[in-house]
């Protein structure tokens, strides 16, 4: 049986295991996670949070990271800003990127979701609103979900990626993990 483990990824930390080339050290996989033998399935850039697979299973790994197999990622983000309906559907039709045209998006308009405190916390400033978007994509460009809300006006400030497919973040704390059954 694969090995498959959820990891809440928090703020600042790389999705590797070693950072040996920078100058001056970043926390990596290796300072939460102790089991040998298993990889990342995908990235999530060290600016952003939530979840993020690792498993032992090579065709496991590549089934949840590669774009073709269309492994809904869902993600909650803070958007500077008031996503008006044109923007909304923007996202649900696809936006165009440098890259080229995003797949369609499911997103609506939610409430602050209740999570854990980010450490640094996002600027708060007075005079811009912010609010919550819950976004599902199902392709996997180089922070995309950033440049997409970026794309219709509102700029990404908190990032958290709550489900991929099946798997959720729910009930782990940051910087824990829990083994789950991979079938």
């Known amino acids: 049986m694969a090995r498959l483990i959820l990891f809440n990824k928090p703020y600042e930390v790389l999705s590797q295991f070693t950072d040996a080339k920078s100058p001056s050290p970043r926390a990596t996989l290796s300072d939460f996670i102790d089991v040998p033998g298993v990889y990342p399935a995908g990235r999530l850039d060290r600016d952003s949070e939530g979840l993020l697979l690792l498993t032992d299973d090579g065709r496991l790994q590549a089934r949840i990271a590669d774009p073709k197999f269309k492994l809904p990622k869902t993600y909650l983000v803070q958007v500077e800003g008031q996503p008006d309906e044109a923007a909304l559907a923007a996202l649900r039709k696809g936006v165009m990127l440098k890259d080229g045209m995003t797949r369609p998006a499911d997103v609506r308009r939610i409430a602050d979701p209740e999570l854990w405190p980010r450490n640094p916390p996002v600027r708060f400033r007075k005079s ?54 991979s079938g």
Not at 143 to 162: E, F, I, K, S
């Open 128 to 181: 811009v609103p912010d609010c919550w978007i819950e976004l599902t994509i199902r392709e996997g460009r180089n922070r995309q979900v950033r440049r997409m809300t970026a794309a219709v006006g509102c700029p990404t400030l908190r990032l958290v990626r709550w489900r991929i497919g099946d798997w959720t973040l729910d009930g782990i704390a940051p910087g824990d993990w829990r083994q789950v059954d």
